[in-house]
């Protein structure tokens, strides 16, 4: 009866021993906290998938707004909105979501050194006639996607065209009222507004991996 009952429990007990350092195994990995390096390919198409997604979000809050209000109120809104916007955007994915721009109208939105030169790599190959792709910078724990943000459409233009022609004196009235110190506007249908910048750690991916992994 006794050794049947300790052969019974060798299993058991190989079981909770593997457990035991599968489970060590993963600690230890888990300590280093060194997420491995993304490929490319998966943090283009999760960065083009964000910045598809924070642009449908505030392009349907300004033309809401466009339409209620006219453009005076959708200034006043993009004021409030716009950056609690991309921060939602950003605590969705958990990621981080900004538009950097040569020429902001909100200070915040100023592009540091890394994205200037993307602003200005993109600027090159526009006056080149070539394919504007995105741009990646891997760093010890994460990774920046840039892609370009351009002026699409003539909507664009009534509150950051031309002072003469695209953009109406009241309005232009209201934008200096909320942005003393606007740069934003004189641009052309079209021409590079400014980047996209979402920042993933690396973890994000091995996330994304998993929740795949479930999901198949
Ligand atoms: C109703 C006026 C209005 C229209 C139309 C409009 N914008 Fe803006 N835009 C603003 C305001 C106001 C801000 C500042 C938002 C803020 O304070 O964060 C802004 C900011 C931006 C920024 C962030 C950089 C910065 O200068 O602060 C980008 C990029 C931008 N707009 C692109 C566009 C594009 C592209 C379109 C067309 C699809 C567009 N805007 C249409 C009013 C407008």
Redesign the pocket.
Known sequence: MKTLLLKSSVPLLIAFLLLFTACAQNDESRSKDTSPRPDSTLVIQAGKEIVTDA?AA??NA?GT??TRGG?????????????IL?DSVSNQYNVEVR???H????????ANDMEMASIEAYMQLISDGAELKPRLAFQENNVIFHAP?????F??????GNKEDDIREG?LAV?QQ??PE???IGFDLDEL????SVTFPYEYFIAAEAADGASN
Request: charged share 20%; proline share 6%.
């Open positions: 642009f505030i392009s300004l707004a466009m453009i005076p109120h959708a200034i006043e809104y993009c004021n409030t909105v716009a950056i991309t538009r950097a721009t020429k902001p109208r909100n200070p915040k939105n100023r943000l351009r002026l699409v459409t909507t664009c233009l009534s509150c950051h309005d934008i909320y942005y606007d740069e934003a507004r400014g980047i996209w």
